[in-house]
């Protein structure tokens, strides 16, 4: 909000054939929020009665204390949509709060005043009126049986998924700041009725503050426009996908939000059985160790307390507090492996080749930069492409990338079992070991739930590593190159010659 100016907000009705109801929800709006430099605006969303005429007339007939504006939609936008318009007339005219209502006398204006505190405050980014808040006060106002129950199970579930405690999900009484609106691209949203829960969601993402107050539950005349069973499965899928986005599975756009006030980097050491604690355990003691792509140094770093010497290799400079002994900065998208890899034990190429255009090239260059012939280890892992999930979407006609995970936006390369084995083998390598590794649960379900899926995934793994393996790890060994067998060759012929002689 401008400090040097008192706050402006925006009382927002959405209207849909809300002739019988408008002028209450008018004429009980506190005048009080006059202080707020309030103002009205409706929108008429393509109603098929004479909701548009009869708010009109009302404005006329009736001394407002508020500026209103009336528009109407020639074509029906659908409950999410008109509040799309609504919040961008907001975000366009310099208001700082929007309080959303309904057309339908639903949501008592009179609570209006109460609900304003917070974000006049500054305490919250968003506040919801809860119908949930006081036990069994939703059916003494006259909600329906099945409707509470539905309520509260579907508010349970959103609440696991979410990791989240709200007491209602499925309030339509929302207030938000449009500092909070401007943050979050709610023009992607549905513009069904399950756009509450997909701004719940980006707001949540974004690191908002969300804020409960009570308030009373009315139902009256109104009609119930809402499929019940279409509603309380577009909330549950839109709240899955959002849990399981960050597994890189499924991607959504309009939930590609990131939290700026949580030091959440893209890409994090992975608990339980992953390609991270994999390589750790794969390196000997005290081995000499470069880490390619070595991020936030979280492998290095374990590396390091198992007495290992690590030498980090990143296009990006991390600083010196990563906790490597040394660093080296390269872009490995168009040059060769940048230091002789015959001075390490191991090189670790974690979920990095997929990132380059020419994975072949890196791979043979790294090879050919061994300038001894010291037992190398070379320890790989990348995404399998042939996951299950990667399959099932495919069969669906569904193919998009994401943040992260086997379709990560930044992946120029993806690989099967065989064609990771293959870019390896054709470049001179001897293949020792490779496994499937399943799915970052742990990241997600944390918990025994993330351990009982991640043992589920492992022995799915043991049948058919193609299908079920998230992701593919490998170890390798570079073959001797021609140049260094020629000069062995010619240094042990004269070693020959001269026992001979």
Known sequence: MHSDRLPRVLIFIVAYNAEQSIQQVLTRIPPSLSRCNAEILII?????????????????????????????NPENQGYGGNQKIGFQYAIKNDFDIVALIHGDGQYAPECLPDLLEP?????????????????LSALKGGMPLYKYIGNRILTFLQNWLLCTALTEFHSGYRLYSTAALRRIPFNRNSNDFHFDTDIIIQLLRAGMRIQ?????????????????????????????????????????RKFDIADPTTNNPLYQFKAGESTHSLAISRVSPGSRVADVGCAGG?????????????TGIDQFSFGRDIGLDSFIQADL??????????????????????HLPSPEKFVESLRFSRTSGNALRVIASTGNVAFITIRMGLFCGWFNYGLRGILDLTHTRLFTFRSFQKLFEQAGYNIEEVRGVPAPFRMIFPGALGKVLEKLNRALIYF????FAYQIFLVCSPMPTLDWLLNKAEVGGKEKLRQLA
């Open 333 to 354: 998208a168009y040059a060769e492996f940048p230091i002789d890899a015959g001075t390490f034990d191991y090189v670790l190429l974690l979920d990095v080749l997929e």
């Open 212 to 252: 409960e107050l009570p308030i009373p539950t009315y139902y009256g005349n109104e009609i119930c426009r809402v499929n019940g069973m279409k509603y309380a499965w577009n909330v549950v899928k839109a709240s899955l996908l959002a849990r399981i986005q960050n597994l890189g599975i499924l991607y959504e």
């Open 44 to 72: 008429d969303d393509s109603s098929q009665d004479d909701t548009c005429r009869k708010a009109h007339e009302i404005v006329q007939r009736h001394d407002l204390p508020f500026p209103t504006t009336i528009m109407y």
């Open 464 to 467: 058919s590593p193609s299908l």
């Open 119 to 135: 974000l006049l405050r500054r305490d919250a980014d968003a506040v919801f009126g809860s119908r949930m808040m006081s036990r």
């Open 298 to 310: 979280y492998v290095g770093r374990a590396l390091g307390a198992k007495g290992c010497r690590v």
